[in-house]
Every structure is written in C-alpha cells, then in structure tokens.
C-alpha cells in the first residue's frame, strides 16, 4: 500500500464522502501542483488534514502558506478539527506532539506543521517536505514573488510545492503559472463539487454579479473589464487581506457536523 492509499484510508472516516478531485490531489506525484479552484470547494479542510497526515504520521516538515495572519489562523482552526476526529475515531490515539505554539506544532517523530502568514523574512530559508501556498492569487504587492524567492531552497532540495488559489486578475504569478503548460495542473469548477444545487449557484450569481461569480467560481481570470470606471488591478492593490468574511465553506462542514451528532442522539 503507497502512501496515498494509505491517506485516502485515514480521511475516509475524517472527510467521508471524499470528491474526485480530492483524491486527485492526494494521489499527485508531482512536485509542483497548481489548482484552480471555484470557492467552497474543500480544498484548504483537505490541505489541513493532509499535512497533518504527512507531519504526525511520516515524520515530514509541513508548511502552509496564507495571504494574511487571520487566513494562516482559520487553517490552524482546520488542523485543530482534525487532531480532534482522530481522537475521536481512534481508540487511545495519541497525536504524540512534543511542542506546541500558535502557528505550529512539533511532533516526537520529528515531524512538524507550520501554518504562516504571508512574510518572506519568516519563511525565507524554511526547509520543508511539502509547501501549501493557499489564495496565492492573493499575496498582493509583490508579495508572491518575495514569497516564492524565499521558498525556492526547499525547491532546489527536493520539496514538493501546491500552489492554491481562485483566480484574482491576471497580474500575479498564480495567473503566470496557470498558463504554464509546463505545470501539471488541475481544475476545480463549482459543477465538480456535489455541494453546489443549482438554485444555490443562482443566489450567489444575483449576489456577486456576472464578473465576479465567473472569477470566483467559474475559474477565469478577470483583468480590465471594459466600462469599468476603475481598472480591476488597482482594486485588486487596495484589498485588505485581514478583512473579515463569511467562511461558508467553514459553516458547511460544521453544520454538516452538527447535523450528525445529533442523529445520534
């Protein structure tokens, strides 16, 4: 049994019903990965609970990039989750963890997760099996190209590199990579996630208007629409990563959760 059967056989009762694409992404042998992916589509719960995997079951140094601290925060959030269902699953199941901080966790096996903000002086010369860069379309500023030239040693020795995101314009290095043929990629539109019915996609449409539902979940890369008073760009340098915002896909599968526990009751 490889190693990614043998993580599809731990979620399975973690993440029940797991989706295609999911395990297209648990099974990926490359070391570079881009996704394009709809929003709600449980690609971060995934990345949380395959790093937590990777680090407390193989000994692997896991690190998990966000756009902002409250982003790289929810993630920790998602490990949390995790740590809990296996304890819940599993009889005397003991995490082993040797230290623990705000955003990271140390592991007697010698592995560890790290779930950081966007900063390339706290990553720059992190060496690390698995590098996650989630909403990398998101590190704005120039902040994705200081990003990759802090992580590019763990590149240069073997590590593996997910590079996340919806799309957001096209002048970043997420829009880059995508079109880079070169790159195995995947695509994950809103029709691929049984989630989604359609009068709920339909809500969401009437809610976001036709351009932003297409980018933010239709997978296109908007740049300057034409009529648009503002360019897209300079909106795009003006948003403030830590702004808050309903995580629909957190309340899913927490209700989903609650719902649950209490047909057990």
Same mark, same amino acid.
């Given at each position: 049994?490889?190693?990614s059967?043998?993580?599809?056989?731990?979620m399975q009762?973690?993440?029940?019903n #797991?989706?295609?694409?999911q395990?297209?992404? *648990?099974?990926?042998?490359?070391?570079? !990965?881009i996704i394009?992916?709809s929003?709600?589509t449980?690609?971060?719960?995934l990345?949380?609970? !395959?790093?937590?995997?990777?680090?407390s079951?193989e000994?692997?140094t896991?690190?998990?990039i966000?756009?902002?601290?409250?982003?790289s925060?929810?993630?920790?959030?998602? *490990?949390?989750h995790?740590?809990n269902?296996l $304890?819940e699953?599993? =009889?005397?199941? @003991?995490?082993?963890?040797?230290?623990?901080t705000k955003t990271?966790?140390?592991?007697n096996?010698?592995?560890?997760l790290? =779930?950081?903000?966007?900063?390339? /002086?706290?990553?720059?010369?992190?060496k690390a099996?698995?590098i996650? *860069?989630?909403?990398f379309?998101h590190f704005t500023?120039?902040?994705?190209?200081?990003? *990759?030239?802090? &992580?590019?040693? =763990?590149?240069?020795?073997?590590g593996?590199?997910?590079?996340i =995101?919806?799309? +957001?314009?096209?002048?970043? #290095?997420?829009?880059?990579?995508?079109?880079?043929?070169?790159m195995?990629r995947?695509?994950?539109?809103?029709?691929?996630?049984p @989630?989604f019915?359609?009068?709920t996609?339909e809500q969401?449409k009437q809610?976001l208007?036709?351009?932003?539902?297409q980018?933010e979940y239709? /997978?296109q +890369? #908007?740049? @300057?629409?034409e009529?648009q008073e503002?360019p897209?760009e300079?909106i795009?340098?003006?948003?403030?990563?830590? !702004?808050?915002?309903?995580d #629909?896909?957190? $309340? $899913?599968h927490?209700?989903?959760?609650r &719902?649950?526990a209490?047909s $057990?009751?």
């Amino acid at each position: 049994m490889n190693n990614s059967e043998v993580y599809l056989k731990i979620m399975q009762p973690l993440i029940p019903n #797991l989706y295609q694409y999911q395990i297209k992404i *648990i099974q990926n042998k490359t070391n570079q !990965l881009i996704i394009n992916k709809s929003r709600q589509t449980g690609i971060s719960y995934l990345v949380a609970c !395959l790093a937590l995997l990777k680090a407390s079951g193989e000994g692997k140094t896991e690190l998990i990039i966000s756009p902002s601290l409250r982003q790289s925060k929810h993630m920790m959030d998602y *490990i949390y989750h995790f740590m809990n269902k296996l $304890r819940e699953k599993i =009889s005397d199941f @003991d995490m082993n963890i040797k230290e623990e901080t705000k955003t990271s966790f140390i592991f007697n096996n010698g592995g560890s997760l790290h =779930s950081l903000p966007n900063s390339a /002086n706290t990553i720059r010369g992190f060496k690390a099996d698995d590098i996650y *860069i989630d909403e990398f379309a998101h590190f704005t500023n120039n902040t994705d190209r200081e990003i *990759i030239e802090a &992580i590019t040693p =763990s590149l240069t020795r073997g590590g593996n590199i997910y590079y996340i =995101s919806t799309p +957001f314009g096209s002048q970043n #290095l997420f829009y880059d990579y995508w079109h880079n043929k070169d790159m195995k990629r995947i695509l994950i539109n809103w029709k691929d996630c049984p @989630d989604f019915k359609p009068e709920t996609i339909e809500q969401i449409k009437q809610t976001l208007g036709e351009d932003a539902f297409q980018q933010e979940y239709n /997978n296109q +890369f #908007l740049s @300057d629409i034409e009529g648009q008073e503002f360019p897209f760009e300079l909106i795009q340098r003006c948003i403030d990563p830590e !702004l808050e915002y309903n995580d #629909l896909e957190k $309340r $899913r599968h927490i209700s989903a959760e609650r &719902i649950s526990a209490e047909s $057990r009751i």
